[in-house]
Antibody, heavy 125, light 109 residues
């Protein structure tokens, strides 16, 4: 069974740092690109960051570029998000999500097929 | 950057009725990369539809997706009590890789 379990959330002061982790199990972690998505309570989903399966390619949303760093340890089946210079507007539930690429009949499809349960980050003094 | 606009913001229907949710893109989107998710309170999003019209594993056939170009639709043929939730469309592109719509809340009338 595929499982993604986030940890590391909590209360942090503005300007502070926090490191989120996502423990993966039930699949070959090193074969999948991974993402972080967040959701302000009561609001919509915001994609934050992408990391390729090998760790060689990263993408970031403009809102976190330069402040957040995504990384992975394929030997430990773990994904991380280092968050620096945190702001009140970073308060949200943070999800890790697996990217699923499926190719059939000459077409390829992409989606986020498995998500963790989320970890809440609260940035407040 | 492609912007996805979902309508309506809230849809009030009764169990057994048909639900039609819209997702409009600011530019043409490849159907291969248009996805729908369902999210219930306190839960992570759940993959419903990929490639605009293919149901994910375990998704009941009352859920269907259609559309192309800039206009996409999620239809729930006969609403069950467990279908009342928030639905998001999402597209996979180049920069940024993923964009979500703002969501449609499907509530019980």
């Amino acid at each position: 069974e595929v499982q993604l379990v986030e940890s590391g959330g909590g209360l942090v002061q503005p300007g502070g740092s926090l490191r989120l982790s996502c423990a993966a199990s039930g699949f070959t972690f090193s074969s999948y690109s991974m993402n972080w998505v967040r959701q302000v309570p009561g609001k919509g989903l915001e994609w934050l960051s992408y990391l390729s399966s090998s760790g060689s390619t990263t993408y970031y949303a403009d809102s976190v570029n330069g402040r957040f760093t995504i990384s992975r340890d394929n030997a430990k089946n773990s994904l991380s998000l280092q968050m620096n210079s945190l702001r009140a507007e970073d308060t949200a539930v943070y999800y890790c999500a697996r990217e699923w690429i499926y190719c059939s009949g000459g077409s390829c499809y992409s989606s986020l097929d498995y998500w963790g349960q989320g970890t809440l980050v609260t940035v407040s003094s | 950057e492609i912007v996805l606009t979902q309508s309506p913001g809230t849809l009030s229907l009764s169990p057994g009725e048909r639900a039609t949710l819209s997702c409009r893109a600011s530019q043409s989107v490849s159907s291969s990369y248009l996805v729908w998710y369902q999210q219930k309170p306190g839960q992570a999003p759940r993959l419903l539809i990929y490639g605009a019209s293919s149901r994910a594993t375990g998704i009941p056939d009352r859920f269907s997706g259609s559309g192309s170009g800039t206009d996409f639709t999620l239809t729930i043929s006969r609403l069950e009590p467990e279908d009342f939730a928030v639905y998001y469309c999402q597209q996979y592109g180049s920069s940024p890789p993923y964009t979500f719509g703002q969501g449609t809340k499907l509530e019980i009338k």
